[in-house]
């Protein structure tokens, strides 16, 4: 495990938890080859804030790399009606480029 996963966990639960720091968190379990445990810190992000676009973005790759397709595909979906109602286009387009990949490889049996 990194030494700054282990500082970032250590500030779990404190003063400073929230969703930067979960979001922080998963970026680093993606960064190391652990994608459940990102697309849990993701989630978690999500619980302090469900606005935060980038935890959706990142929630729907995260779920991507642990194999997990429709978890992600869902995840993409309502990552782009949160980041179309925040105004967040860039967000909201690349997450509709990403869940029409995801689309497109269910649809071929992938």
Do not use: C
Not at 77 to 85: D, L, N, T
């Amino acid at each position: 495990m990194s030494t700054q996963i282990e500082r970032l966990e250590a500030l779990q639960d404190g003063p400073r938890d929230g969703a930067l720091l979960r979001h922080s968190l998963g970026i680093e379990y993606l960064r190391n080859g652990d994608p459940s445990k990102a697309a849990a810190a993701f989630r978690r992000a999500l619980d302090f804030d469900p606005t935060y676009s980038a935890a959706w973005k990142n929630l729907g790759r995260a779920l991507t790399e642990a194999r997990q397709p429709t978890d992600a595909l869902d995840a993409y979906r309502q990552g782009i009606e949160v980041a179309s109602g925040r105004g967040d286009l860039q967000a909201a387009k690349e997450m509709t480029v990403f869940a029409r990949r995801l689309e497109k490889r269910l649809a071929d049996g992938d």
